[in-house]
């Protein structure tokens, strides 16, 4: 079978509205899914082919899981909007919230008013993930480029095992980071998955480049 190519134009205008197609359900069947889709992207004539192949990239990026209920093939939906909007920002934006969690780990700095709409609680949580793991693990020390890329390795690990499930999250924090263990538990309990995923997504994606 030839690969399936979504052009680029969609590609994350497909996955929001796979997203938004779940509606207020965590669980949905494929086939249902489909046809929701199908009604509300009309304009961008997805195919059962293409749409199947998004799923398993939206899958490897942790956004949905497939599942099997009542004997039939489900999705469930690990994400909301904001997680697929993150992936929208500038490069420069990604760099600018890595910039001010390093900042931290200098000076102690006063948060923006929540009037400043530029920085949502997701990349407020973003930012602080990032600081506590450099002191606690890096002691906020200058970073090289190894530094960078367990950084990198660490948020990888952290999003998929997340994905997966919240026991998984936690045995990797205690296998990996045990020092951080107590703090991710509040954090998990207190944020949920669904503020945590793409918090760490975030980092992540800031980080990718200088891991390659």
Known sequence: MNDVRVPEDIEKELELEI????GSALIEFEEVLFQKVLIT?????ITREMFSKKLEEMTELGYVVPMTFHGMKCWKKL???EEIEMRMLQPDEIHSILERGHSMVMMKNDRPSS????VTETRYLAKDILHMIRVKLFKGNEEDIETRKKLFNYFRDM???LAESEGKFMDY???ELPLLY???EIML????ADRLLPALRIVELGLIDEAQ
């Open 19 to 22: 997203i938004r197609s779940f």
């Open 41 to 45: 992207s009309a304009r961008m004539l």
């Open 79 to 81: 994400v909301d909007e």
């Open 115 to 118: 009037s400043d709409s530029l």
């Open 159 to 161: 999003r998929r095992a």
């Open 173 to 175: 924090i205690q296998s």
């Open 182 to 184: 107590e703090q991710f």
């Open 189 to 192: 309990r207190a944020k949920g």
